[in-house]
């Protein structure tokens, strides 16, 4: 057990106890709530890479290593109930990603937060979501797992809804949180029946673990009621919980409306971290997951019915979201459109590739999503809170530095061939896709996502960047309702000005993120896959032939088209002839009024819930209001004036009948004990004559009751 | 009459001086010697009956006695020194004074 792993603990803890101590600080104090987020998380970040070195030395030891430690936490029955964590190549590799990234969006966060008055309460919120977030990463217990878990998803809705008083981020921090429940209540209800099944939580515990082979088998052979393994159903139900929390298909509407918050948040929580975790989770109960059932003695072994539902609702959510965002005119609103797709294509890679093919596109998605946020936040800080697209442009030459960064986060999720990560991660999952021998429909979503995700990139930056500025022009009144002012409180939004570069607090984070899109794609190229091995417990090689191997080469070739393809068409209608006013309507817009109408509108996802689950939902709480004040109310109602007529009733005997009973014999009783006392006038003389007199008589009446 | 008849007449007579004592004296020690009397007209009975008994020879009546008689000097003497303690505090011994137990 190395020192490290012991200590590990000490990772989220660090920003819990800066947000702690930020919490109860009487005074907002800015500088020290600051400065005790970033330095707890620069900690928290050095201890990271600490873990990741200590990993990195052992790698290429017999098998994936894997450290356990913990605590008895509390005792029920006759068993202890344990808090562990486990250093592996997994954790090691999130740990680095969450705090590294947490550590520069902090960072950003100073510029960008700086004019508003709650800036300590953001820092402290900001540092209980990382602390919760590593102990998810580090979490080698569902239970603790399960407690950060909901951790993180407290302060998403603490975080959504910091300008609170803004009505539409008060909703959507409610709609988050009502929604992640959903997907959590699926978790929660695997969590238990897994603990039925195995009595343990524990993920690995030398064998005793529920993801290690003794579990697993007994799982796996076990049959629910429908011919279900019981494995596959542990497995959905805790699927559903990553479906909440990573906003995939059915439950991804919390998502977009998400970005109500705080554009860092946004960043940090809603793209790069929090969202990653429920592909975290699938990753990190994958044995569960990929265990192949024996119903009938038969060992079903090419794919699990829990991968399956991974990679069909992965693919379709890919397709779906991607569709949207590209009518979408909120410059945040596409990128959380675009993260919901990107979601979709780890839960893709994790169906068809396993840990490694969606792991890496969550690393590298992390970094270049964080970017595109982080620079997002810089263009409406420099646009003065403006997040209409339609009223940008231009800003190609007034923000240079945002420009660059912001290009290359584009070029990487876009996934433009060879330099940029993205092009590698993507690649990956569509390769395991394309291989996957159950259905070759997820390969062609994810193609179509793809070109998508190209095509909507090239737009947002078209509309953005080039052109000219088309903002300052919002002084019609009838206009400025519909946009939501990012920053309310902030002295600046009053302000109409040109737009302008943001300060090197905010640029710097940028800048080095822009380095990590780049540079993270070369570590699991196919021709090197070091992150593949990485978490596999196996070496790395470099072999440049693996590169030119047929399926490789045409795959790589073919989805290059594609990706070159969505920027041509993106750029030809929109790149080519750039808008010229704000109001003037979008080319697809009118090419294709219809199909646009139904994208804008997200399918009218929120209005079918809203006309199905939530109206079922009003017309049920109508009906138990109803029940309430009628039926109910009425029995209460009833019962209280029999209860009261009783009461009478009793009050009335009691007065009347037991009391003037009572009263009589005391008074008796009184005036008799009165009498009485006066024989006792303490001269004890006097009592032995009585006595002697006593005894005269009675030794007189028995000798006349025996002679009679 | 029998001689067992004669002890018990003697022992009665003894009894009712005592009695009588304990009731009219108005002075404690007095009273106290009253109470002595009654004791010992017990002791002659219990003597009477074991000696004219149907079991003279198991000499039960004469150890109970010699209790009693134990008894009674513990007895007075605890009553002597309630009476020295009553005449300190309250610097009289007439019962008719000392009446604290009048309910």
């Given at each position: 057990?190395?020192?490290?792993?012991?200590?590990l603990?000490?990772?989220?803890?660090?920003p819990?106890?800066a947000?702690?101590?930020?919490?109860?600080?009487?005074?907002?104090?800015?500088?020290?709530?600051?400065?005790?987020?970033?330095?707890?998380?620069?900690?928290?970040?050095?201890?990271?890479?600490?873990a990741?070195?200590?990993?990195?030395?052992?790698?290429?030891?017999?098998?994936?290593?894997?450290?356990?430690?913990?605590?008895?936490?509390?005792?029920?029955?006759?068993?202890?109930?344990?808090l562990?964590?486990?250093l592996?190549?997994?954790?090691?590799v999130?740990?680095?990603?969450?705090?590294?990234?947490?550590?520069?969006?902090?960072?950003?966060?100073?510029?960008?937060?700086?004019?508003d008055?709650?800036?300590?309460?953001?820092?402290?919120?900001?540092?209980?979501?990382?602390g919760?977030?590593?102990?998810v990463?580090?979490?080698?217990?569902?239970?603790?797992?399960f407690?950060?878990?909901?951790?993180?998803?407290?302060?998403?809705?603490?975080?959504?809804?910091?300008w609170?008083?803004?009505?539409?981020a008060?909703?959507a921090?409610?709609k988050?949180?009502?929604?992640?429940?959903i997907?959590?209540?699926?978790l929660?209800?695997?969590?238990?029946?897994?603990y039925?099944?195995?009595?343990?939580?524990?993920?690995?515990?030398?064998?005793?673990g529920?993801?290690?082979?003794?579990a697993?088998?007994?799982?796996?052979?076990?049959?629910?009621?429908?011919g279900?393994a019981v494995?596959?159903?542990?497995?959905l139900l805790?699927?559903?919980?990553?479906?909440?929390?990573?906003?995939?298909?059915?439950?991804?509407?919390?998502l977009p409306?998400?970005?109500?918050?705080?554009?860092?948040?946004?960043?940090l929580?809603?793209?790069?971290?929090?969202?990653?975790?429920?592909?975290?989770?699938?990753a990190?109960v994958f044995?569960?997951?990929?265990?192949?059932?024996?119903?009938e003695?038969?060992?079903?072994?090419?794919?699990?019915?829990?991968?399956?539902?991974?990679?069909?609702?992965?693919?379709?959510?890919?397709?779906?979201?991607?569709?949207?965002?590209?009518?979408?005119?909120d410059?945040?609103?596409?990128?959380?459109?675009?993260?919901?797709?990107?979601?979709?294509?780890?839960?893709?890679?994790?169906?068809v590739?396993?840990?490694?093919?969606?792991?890496f596109?969550?690393?590298?998605?992390?970094?270049?999503?964080?970017?595109?946020?982080?620079?997002?936040?810089?263009?409406?800080?420099g646009?003065h809170?403006?997040?209409?697209v339609?009223?940008?442009g231009?800003?190609?030459?007034?923000?240079?530095?945002?420009?660059?960064?912001?290009?290359?986060?584009?070029?990487?999720?876009a996934g433009?061939p060879l330099?940029f990560?993205?092009?590698?991660?993507?690649?990956?999952?569509?390769?395991?896709?394309?291989?996957?021998?159950v259905?070759?429909?997820?390969?062609y979503?994810?193609?179509?996502?793809?070109?998508?995700?190209?095509?909507y990139?090239?737009r947002?930056?078209?509309?953005?960047?080039?052109?000219q500025?088309r903002?300052?022009?919002?002084?019609?009144?009838a206009?400025?309702?519909?946009?939501?002012?990012?920053?309310?409180?902030?002295?600046?939004?009053?302000?109409?000005?040109?737009?302008?570069?943001?300060p090197?607090?905010?640029?710097?984070?940028?800048?080095?993120?822009?380095?990590?899109?780049?540079?993270l794609?070369?570590?699991?190229?196919?021709?090197?896959?070091?992150?593949?091995?990485?978490?596999?417990?196996?070496?790395a090689?470099l072999n440049?032939?693996?590169?030119?191997?047929?399926?490789?080469?045409?795959?790589?070739?073919?989805?290059a088209?594609?990706?070159?393809?969505?920027?041509?068409?993106?750029?030809?209608?929109?790149?080519?002839?750039?808008?010229?006013?704000?109001?003037?309507?979008?080319?697809?817009?009118v090419?294709?009024p219809?199909?646009?109408?139904w994208?804008?509108?997200?399918?009218?996802?929120?209005?079918?819930?809203?006309?199905?689950?939530?109206?079922?939902?009003a017309?049920?709480?109508?009906?138990?209001?109803?029940?309430?004040h009628w039926?109910?109310?009425?029995?209460?109602?009833l019962?209280?004036?029999?209860?009261?007529?009783?009461?009478?009733l009793?009050?009335?005997?009691?007065?009347?009948?037991?009391?003037?009973?009572?009263?009589?014999?005391?008074?008796?009783?009184?005036?008799?004990?009165?009498?009485?006392?006066?024989w006792?006038?303490?001269?004890?003389?006097?009592?032995?004559?009585?006595?002697?007199?006593?005894?005269?008589v009675?030794?007189?009446?028995?000798?006349?009751?025996?002679?009679? | 009459?029998?001689?067992l008849?004669?002890?018990?007449?003697?022992?009665?007579?003894?009894?009712?001086?005592?009695?009588?004592?304990?009731v009219?004296?108005?002075?404690?020690?007095?009273a106290?010697?009253?109470?002595e009397?009654?004791?010992?007209?017990?002791n002659?009975?219990?003597?009477?009956?074991?000696?004219?008994?149907?079991h003279?020879?198991?000499l039960?009546?004469?150890?109970?006695?010699?209790?009693?008689?134990?008894?009674?000097?513990?007895?007075?003497?605890?009553?002597?020194?309630?009476?020295?303690?009553?005449?300190?505090?309250?610097?009289?011994?007439?019962?008719?004074?000392?009446k604290?137990?009048?309910?």
């Amino acid at each position: 057990m190395t020192c490290i792993t012991q200590n590990l603990w000490l990772v989220p803890v660090l920003p819990l106890a800066a947000s702690a101590v930020i919490a109860v600080n009487k005074q907002p104090q800015r500088k020290l709530a600051a400065t005790l987020a970033i330095g707890s998380m620069v900690f928290a970040f050095l201890l990271s890479l600490g873990a990741f070195s200590v990993v990195l030395l052992h790698h290429g030891e017999e098998g994936v290593f894997r450290e356990v430690a913990g605590f008895n936490w509390l005792q029920f029955g006759g068993q202890w109930l344990r808090l562990d964590w486990a250093l592996d190549p997994l954790t090691a590799v999130m740990l680095v990603m969450v705090s590294l990234v947490s550590l520069l969006i902090f960072i950003f966060s100073v510029g960008y937060m700086a004019h508003d008055e709650n800036f300590t309460r953001f820092f402290c919120f900001l540092s209980l979501f990382a602390g919760a977030m590593l102990g998810v990463v580090i979490a080698n217990n569902l239970v603790l797992f399960f407690i950060c878990w909901e951790i993180v998803g407290l302060t998403s809705y603490l975080l959504i809804g910091f300008w609170y008083h803004k009505p539409s981020a008060a909703a959507a921090a409610k709609k988050a949180f009502i929604t992640t429940r959903i997907g959590d209540l699926g978790l929660l209800l695997g969590m238990v029946w897994l603990y039925a099944e195995t009595g343990t939580l524990n993920f690995y515990a030398h064998g005793n673990g529920c993801l290690e082979h003794t579990a697993l088998t007994t799982m796996a052979a076990h049959l629910t009621a429908a011919g279900m393994a019981v494995s596959t159903a542990i497995g959905l139900l805790i699927f559903l919980g990553a479906v909440g929390k990573s906003g995939q298909l059915p439950l991804h509407v919390w998502l977009p409306d998400a970005m109500e918050g705080p554009t860092p948040v946004s960043a940090l929580i809603h793209a790069a971290t929090m969202v990653a975790a429920g592909v975290f989770l699938v990753a990190r109960v994958f044995p569960l997951m990929a265990q192949a059932p024996v119903i009938e003695g038969v060992v079903y072994l090419h794919s699990t019915t829990v991968l399956d539902v991974v990679t069909w609702i992965g693919a379709l959510t890919a397709v779906f979201a991607a569709s949207i965002a590209v009518a979408q005119n909120d410059i945040k609103r596409i990128l959380a459109y675009s993260t919901v797709s990107q979601l979709g294509y780890m839960m893709l890679g994790l169906g068809v590739g396993g840990v490694a093919v969606g792991m890496f596109h969550l690393i590298t998605h992390a970094f270049f999503k964080a970017l595109l946020f982080l620079g997002s936040g810089s263009v409406i800080h420099g646009c003065h809170e403006e997040q209409d697209v339609r009223r940008m442009g231009g800003l190609r030459k007034v923000m240079p530095v945002t420009f660059a960064t912001y290009a290359i986060g584009m070029l990487a999720l876009a996934g433009f061939p060879l330099f940029f990560s993205g092009f590698w991660s993507k690649d990956e999952i569509l390769h395991a896709a394309h291989g996957w021998p159950v259905s070759p429909g997820p390969f062609y979503l994810g193609c179509a996502g793809a070109l998508l995700t190209a095509f909507y990139m090239t737009r947002q930056v078209a509309l953005v960047f080039f052109g000219q500025y088309r903002g300052g022009v919002r002084q019609n009144a009838a206009d400025a309702h519909s946009h939501k002012k990012d920053q309310p409180l902030s002295t600046e939004s009053s302000q109409a000005g040109p737009p302008h570069e943001s300060p090197a607090v905010m640029t710097g984070p940028l800048v080095v993120l822009a380095i990590f899109a780049v540079l993270l794609g070369f570590v699991g190229t196919p021709a090197w896959p070091w992150f593949d091995a990485f978490l596999n417990g196996e070496r790395a090689e470099l072999n440049f032939s693996r590169l030119t191997e047929s399926g490789t080469l045409g795959l790589m070739l073919s989805s290059a088209v594609i990706v070159f393809a969505g920027l041509g068409l993106g750029w030809w209608l929109y790149g080519r002839r750039l808008r010229k006013t704000a109001e003037e309507p979008d080319v697809l817009q009118v090419a294709q009024p219809g199909a646009f109408r139904w994208l804008a509108n997200k399918y009218f996802v929120d209005e079918i819930y809203a006309a199905s689950v939530i109206r079922f939902n009003a017309g049920a709480a109508r009906i138990c209001d109803f029940l309430d004040h009628w039926i109910w109310g009425g029995v209460v109602l009833l019962i209280t004036w029999v209860t009261m007529g009783l009461a009478r009733l009793y009050r009335f005997m009691d007065e009347f009948m037991v009391d003037a009973g009572f009263d009589t014999g005391c008074e008796t009783l009184r005036e008799g004990g009165g009498e009485i006392s006066a024989w006792h006038n303490g001269r004890v003389q006097n009592y032995l004559r009585v006595i002697g007199v006593a005894l005269v008589v009675l030794v007189l009446f028995l000798t006349w009751w025996r002679k009679s | 009459m029998t001689p067992l008849q004669g002890c018990l007449l003697v022992s009665a007579l003894l009894f009712a001086i005592g009695l009588a004592g304990a009731v009219t004296r108005r002075n404690a020690i007095l009273a106290l010697v009253g109470i002595e009397l009654m004791l010992n007209a017990a002791n002659l009975n219990f003597i009477a009956f074991w000696r004219f008994g149907p079991h003279p020879e198991a000499l039960t009546g004469l150890m109970v006695v010699i209790f009693s008689i134990a008894i009674a000097a513990a007895e007075a003497a605890v009553g002597l020194a309630l009476v020295i303690a009553i005449y300190r505090h309250r610097k009289t011994i007439n019962l008719d004074e000392i009446k604290d137990l009048r309910g």
